[in-house]
Nanobody, 119 residues
Framework: QVRLVESGGGLVQAGGSLRLSCTAS????????MAWFRQAPGKERESVGS????????TYGDSVNGRFTISRDNAKNTVYLQMNSLKPEDTAVYYC????????????WGQGTQVTVSS
């Protein structure tokens, strides 16, 4: 069983930056695909981006492409989400997720960290 804990959220002004971290315990994430999701009040959960087990392949949602970057450090059992040029519409709870298989649903989820971007 892998446990995921997000950190790094907070309040930031529009145009600013934040770096979120997702640290796993209980299992190594070296062979897991990882992803970041977010959910804003009154809206459905959406995918922010994903990264494969080696870090060699990443995907991003259209709304964050070019502004956000996902990376991972398997030696530290940690995945990162670097968020630049933040906008008020980026305000949401951000969740880290992991999946065992190459494709399919994500199997493990963190509790989320709040990101609030003020105008």
């Amino acid at each position: 069983q892998v446990r995921l804990v997000e950190s790094g959220g907070g309040l930031v002004q529009a145009g600013g930056s934040l770096r979120l971290s997702c640290t796993a315990s209980g299992r190594t994430i070296s062979y897991y695909g990882m992803a970041w999701f977010r959910q804003a009040p009154g809206k459905e959960r959406e995918s922010v981006g994903s990264i494969n087990w080696s870090g060699g392949s990443t995907t991003y949602g259209d709304s964050v492409n070019g502004r956000f970057t996902i990376s991972r450090d398997n030696a530290k059992n940690t995945v990162y989400l670097q968020m630049n040029s933040l906008k008020p519409e980026d305000t949401a709870v951000y969740y880290c997720a992991a999946r065992i298989g190459r494709d399919g649903n994500y199997d493990f989820w963190g509790q989320g960290t709040q990101v609030t971007v003020s105008s």
